[in-house]
């Protein structure tokens, strides 16, 4: 069960905006695609939450845009669970591009659990929170360590 899960992604020409570098949106559903993958790493894969009728949905995310990625850019997503509280969850990611080590986002979501059927909060069962480390954010500074560049990569 790892506690700090890393996610890859080499970004793709579909994820590519205007401006030639990843879109905000792309970001979004990366952390997505990361959360899945951490729990799933965890014996959560989404089969195990309908079998439950219950699982999580997102109330809120933040991102800090630090840097640009740019097409072909292989990243690191890297997650972990921040907090856990009766129904939320704090789930926060650091993307970094392999190439150059260079921290792309930081980013956070909180995510409720809810009942599939109704909708309404519930509370986190026992056995789900017994398979989370949750890593604070001392341990995160110490793991890993951040270069933010404004200059895009050669």
């Known amino acids: 069960m790892p506690a700090i899960y890393e996610h890859a992604i080499v970004v793709t ?9 990843a879109n905000n949106g792309a970001f979004v559903v990366w952390m997505q695609e990361a959360a899945m993958a951490h729990s799933a790493a965890n014996g959560w894969p989404p089969d195990r939450y309908h079998q439950d009728h219950a699982g ?13 990625a740019y097409l072909g850019n292989q990243i690191a997503i890297r ?15 650091d993307f970094v591009r392999e190439e150059d080590g260079v921290t792309l986002v930081r980013a956070e979501t909180k995510w409720a659990y809810i009942d599939f059927a109704t909708l309404k909060p519930l509370q986190i069962p026992s056995i789900l929170l017994d398979d989370f ?6 341990q995160t500074g110490r793991l ?11």
Do not use: C, G
């Open 13 to 21: 020409r579909a994820e590519i905006d205007n401006l030639d570098h």
């Open 56 to 68: 999580w949905v997102v109330r809120s995310h933040s991102i800090e845009y630090l840097s640009p």
């Open 79 to 93: 997650t972990w669970v921040s907090r856990m509280r009766r129904v939320v969850s704090w789930r926060r990611y």
């Open 133 to 138: 480390d949750i890593v604070d954010e001392e």
């Open 144 to 154: 890993f360590t951040a270069k933010r560049i404004s200059k895009r990569p050669q």
